[in-house]
């Protein structure tokens, strides 16, 4: 679980942060299938909604990340906020734990591609067209979905960190000439990423089939299995490497 892995830096072992990669799988698909249960619901996304001054969803977004920041939810580095424009400071004293990351890598924020990717081309795939007029379900459900995507990418902070701490004297160079393709192919593990394909489409399969008691369901299932495997292999692993990257470029600042 992500709070072992960052207990201590000592602590921090690829196995570990590979282990929290692969919990965060679960979290990912069940939001998804929440998310299946309502049609898109494209009024929840219009510019001018009631007498709120942006969408519904942004409304959602903005009130939610301010109570969640009240409560120390950004003090974690892989939480980052959508809505991060005068966000309320944390009223809940800091933590005793000292810090894993290099301070001045760990506040990189790329939610802007992760909400640009979401709704411009993901969730055409997953939900179906339709208005049944669930509007707060469907915001507070994207946002649940949209916040596991992104804890999951900015969890490469850690894997960038325990990758240099393996092998600094492969990542220094590359990281003093700030090259960025040369950190990209040594952190990138084309078997690893096979495998992580081949693992969340099967987790799709099996927690979004129909369960029934006589036989073994429909063979339908809530979200398609292929739309998961491609959500990992056009968005969250290259964004993951990006997070990455940059984390790197800034590890000796
Ligand atoms: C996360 C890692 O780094 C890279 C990104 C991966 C991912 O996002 O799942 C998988 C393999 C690597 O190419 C890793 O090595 O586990």
Redesign the pocket.
Known sequence: MAAAAKSNSDNLT?DK??EA?IRQEDTIVFRLIQRANFPVNSPTYDEKFASFSGSLLQFVVKETEALQSKVGRYENPEEQPFSPENLPPSLVPPQANPPVLHPAAASININEKIWDFYFNQLLSLFAVPGDDGNYASTASSDLDCLQAISRRIHY?YY?AEV?FKDAPQDYEPAIRAQDREGLMKL????A??EM?KKRVEKKAAVFGQDVCLVDNGNGKYKVDPSVVSRL?GEW??PL??LV?VEYLLRRLD
């Open positions: 690829l942060v590979r990669l490469g894997v990758k952190l990138t593990f084309e690893v990423e992580v990992y969250i692993m993951t490497k990455q």
